[in-house]
């Protein structure tokens, strides 16, 4: 008997309205990853192939392991090179996030690199990972694999602000989401999130969205600095990386251990 494919659950619930929180990889690869992420209350993660370490071998592996989960997996690519997409995909990634999307031609050449003919471009292959190594009609496989993945266009530039219709327009293009450092670099304003001019290109970002029934996502270092995208209209959050997390609760708990250690010494003198 032929069983479906896997499933993304994540893609409803985001189309849906329902907020959805995730992390972004950058460094870690241990096998236990994809779980110790799952009982930490994320539902998606995003591994970054663009500017940190992982290898798309290590990428390939952390996929495999979030099958015993329900994580839903996510790779952000280097750049929108079509064959690079397809080879993801092939890996069992149920989502593509392309930075720097600034037309609505990239942001259509996105959609064809991650949907078979006649939706798109990717080349077929089967009983590999993306199919679960299974047999079965090719035709039915290819149609499941289209209506799961999720299509991620970040925006990062004001060209793609000023764009953001066109390529919200697109039709498959799911989710327009947020590249904030680079976006205020490209303003003229690195780091200063809280300009007016920023605030009003979020604004013209989620209006988009709305106006074309696309998901708004963005990334934010934690809570406090979730709840104004949330509020703004954001349903898609990555809460932190590893780095930050890694770096933040460290130096959290020996930051308090010393000050603890501080208090007690000063007691004894």
Known sequence: MQ?????????????????????????????????????????????????????????????????????????????????????????????????????????????????????????????????????????????????RVLTIAQIESMLGVENIDAIAATPDLDVLWLGHNDLAVSMGIAGKFEHPRFQEALDRIVAACRRHGKIAGAGARDAEAAAPFIARGFTAITIASDVQLIIGGLGREIGAARKALSTTAGEQA
């Open 3 to 147: 069983n479906s494919l896997r499933a993304n659950p994540l893609k409803q619930r985001v189309l849906d309205g329902t907020v959805c929180f995730g992390t972004m990889i950058f460094e870690l690869s241990s096998t236990g990853l994809p779980q110790i992420i799952e009982a930490g209350g994320a539902e998606f993660v995003i591994y970054d192939l663009e500017t940190a370490g992982l290898s798309l071998e290590t990428v390939r592996n952390q996929i495999a392991l979030t099958r015993g989960t329900s994580l839903v997996p996510f790779v952000r690519v280097p750049n929108l090179d079509a064959r690079f997409v397809a080879r993801i995909m092939d890996c069992g990634a149920l989502g593509v996030m392309v930075p720097m999307v600034e037309t609505g031609e990239q942001a259509a050449a996105l959609v064809r690199a991650t949907r078979f003919p006649p939706r798109g471009d990717r080349g077929t292959t089967s009983g590999l990972a993306h199919d679960d190594y299974k047999a079965g009609d090719a035709a039915t496989k290819m149609a499941e694999e289209d209506g």
